[in-house]
């Protein structure tokens, strides 16, 4: 059997191919057809700029806090700033804050390091390229206080080949700190087209790509170096910028720095200046592209109203920051430890330490006039001239004085007064006008001594704290609040022995500092005592007193609303017998009855609860009385009563 013939052929044209191929800084090699090249943009790190804020009359800022998804590899950082316009691209914002710019001498720790200027293009070697002085002014919108107006503060650099750098050898620099590299820079081929690097050694340790978003225009660019070790950054010495583009790119730089700004969300301070309008700037960035960071909220708030301002020792300045026409006064309280006013004198020659009295006359402004005290103990005592108010009053004038009110003063003693022991009360001496002496009998005092002064070595003024009162220096004042007066030991009230063994059985010894003399009469109503204890045997011609305590006592005639002593013996006391107990209200309840058999509608029953109840009475006429608690007792109440008729 025979076969066929063996035959051969091909498939025939193929068409046209394609070819992907994934780079990261160049390919090479050609294909036919030509092959089109595309690329994917990096961007690990992106900039929001607020609106301007408007936070009007502001003195102040609360901690600016903010809420962010960091994703793994992510980070954000705000700088603020302040302005009175609301547009803050007119030229008066203040610099943004944490400040990097060096141009202006901003750049410093911690939130800044310089690393190069870029002002001097023979600090960098070009490999591949030709390196020169820059050409080119920046002007950017919100980033004006980085602009850059000189031309040849710049370094540009045109490449002749693919690959080619510039690269500059710098100080070494400690960076482990800081988390970005900062710098500007301008390109004529936009894309991947840029790459940074620096090193310890070498600068291509440390690299990243940098993707231009539009050709011939300055842009900031912000690396994130956080995820770069901190001994891989401590002793930087070596920089470089290369071209990814083709091989004739021109490219320029400016301002490299090692930055780092507000980083706490929780709450960062603002140290801009409190102004009419506020805006934030928020730094976003990643190590890594495929994880990027998301910003929800940044917070903050602004306190208005009046500020203080001490510009040098010697004054102090109150703003008035709430838009409004106010009447304002600052008090500052300097060196000076008291209150004190401005009055008027005729007489010239009253000086600190002056002790001054009302004249009685006026000034033309309506002021009262003051003069030097010249009478003992004078009525008319104002205070003492200060030396230094901590808070002065009034108006001050040449032909005026700083009275001191209240507070510590120094005094002018005269040389005729007794010895003054601190504590000693002082008042207006007769003999030496304007000058204090130690009081010795009733009357008005000026102040309570500080310290002690000595007649054989006398000073000429004093510390005294103002008191101007009328006083008695011989009366005490026990912690009941009543008073005395101090007398001799061998001083008595009673005229005989047998006298005092009547009236005090069991005579007690007492220390001459506490023994008291009570003057033959007390009248309460006229100021002297409201209540009235003696402590030692005593005779009273008339006693008149809301209240007096007697431990002995004999009276010829008492009137009186109520008495309790010891031991009375009265020759006519008119006070009707009372009829006078203590009646329990049980837990629960709220009366009990009290059998009386004289209660009448005339009758008063007067009711002291040993604990403060609220408490009334029903008279039942011929049968008593019933005590009336306000709600059922806790407790048991014990409720003294006493029956007046």
């Not at 962010?68 to 705000?78: F, H």
């Amino acid at each position: 059997m025979s076969g066929g013939t063996n035959q051969s052929g091909d498939g025939g044209s193929g068409g046209v191919g394609r070819i992907a191929i994934r780079y990261s800084t160049s390919f090479s090699g050609s294909s036919s057809p030509t092959a089109d090249s595309a690329y994917a943009p990096n961007y690990p790190y992106s900039i929001f700029i607020s609106d301007e804020i408007p936070t009007p009359n502001a003195v102040g800022y609360t901690p600016l806090t903010w809420l962010a998804d960091l994703n793994t590899y992510g980070m954000v950082q705000v700088q603020t700033r302040t302005g009175k316009s609301n547009n803050s691209t007119d030229g008066t914002w203040e610099d943004w804050k944490p400040e990097t710019n060096q141009k202006t001498g901003g750049c410093s720790a911690p939130n800044c390091l310089l690393l190069e200027s870029a002002d001097t293009e023979g600090n960098w070697v070009g490999t591949n390229a030709t390196v020169s002085d820059g050409d080119t002014t920046r002007n950017i919108d919100y980033f004006e206080d980085e602009n850059e107006t000189t031309s040849g503060n710049t370094t540009k650099v045109v490449t002749s080949a693919t690959g080619g750098y510039a690269e500059a050898t710098i100080s070494a620099k400690d960076i482990s700190s800081y988390d970005y590299i900062t710098f500007w820079v301008q390109a004529n081929q936009a894309g991947n087209t840029i790459k940074f690097g620096f090193g310890e050694s070498a600068a291509t340790e440390q690299e990243e790509n940098i993707t231009i978003d539009k050709a011939a225009v300055w842009q900031k660019v912000y690396w994130d170096i956080t995820d770069i070790p901190w001994d891989s950054r401590n002793t930087v010495t070596k920089l470089r910028i290369t071209s990814l583009g083709t091989t004739v790119h021109t490219f320029r730089f400016d301002n490299v720095t090692a930055d780092r700004y507000l980083t706490n969300e929780k709450g960062s301070t603002i140290t801009s200046t409190p102004n009419d309008y506020t805006q934030y700037r928020v730094v976003l960035t990643t190590t890594d592209p495929a994880f990027k960071p998301k910003l929800h909220n940044v917070n903050f708030s602004y306190k208005t109203g009046y500020k203080t301002v001490q510009p040098d020792n010697n004054t102090v300045r109150l703003y008035n920051f709430t838009g409004e026409e106010q009447n304002v006064r600052l008090e500052a309280i300097v060196f000076g430890a008291d209150l004190a006013e401005w009055y008027p004198v005729d007489d010239l020659s009253i000086e600190a330490g002056d002790v001054v009295s009302i004249s009685g006359g006026k000034d033309e402004a309506g002021v009262p006039s003051i003069k030097k005290a010249d009478t003992l103990s004078d009525q008319r005592l104002m205070g003492i001239i200060s030396t230094r108010a901590g808070v002065e009053l009034g108006i001050p004038r040449d032909d005026r004085r700083l009275v001191g009110l209240s507070g510590r003063v120094p005094v002018k003693i005269a040389p005729d007064s007794q010895s003054i022991q601190a504590g000693d009360l002082l008042t207006s001496s007769e003999t030496h006008p304007g000058m204090a002496q130690k009081a010795t009998s009733p009357g008005f005092i000026v102040a309570k001594a500080l310290e002690s002064w000595d007649p054989v070595s006398p000073t000429a003024a004093i510390e005294s704290f103002i008191t101007v009162i009328w006083a008695d220096p011989k009366v005490l004042v026990d912690t009941d609040g009543d008073a005395a007066q101090i007398v001799d030991s061998e001083q008595s009230t009673v005229n005989s022995e047998e006298e005092q063994e009547a009236l005090d059985p069991e005579p007690q010894t007492l220390d001459p500092a506490q023994t008291v003399k009570i003057l033959p009469k007390v009248e309460a109503e006229e100021g002297v005592f409201a209540r009235l204890t003696v402590s030692v045997g005593a005779v009273f011609e008339g006693i008149r007193a809301r209240t007096a305590e007697l431990a002995s006592a004999f009276i010829e005639n008492l009137t009186a609303v109520f008495v309790k002593t010891d031991v009375l013996e009265a020759g006519q006391v008119r006070v009707t017998g009372p009829q006078a107990g203590t009646a329990v209200v049980l837990e629960g309840e709220t009366r009990v009855f009290v059998e009386y058999p004289d209660a009448s509608g005339e009758s008063k029953v007067l009711l002291t609860p040993e604990n403060p109840e609220p408490v009334g009475f029903e008279i039942k006429e011929g049968e008593g009385f019933d005590i009336v608690l306000g709600e059922p007792a806790a407790k048991d109440v014990r409720i003294n009563y006493w029956i007046l008729e």
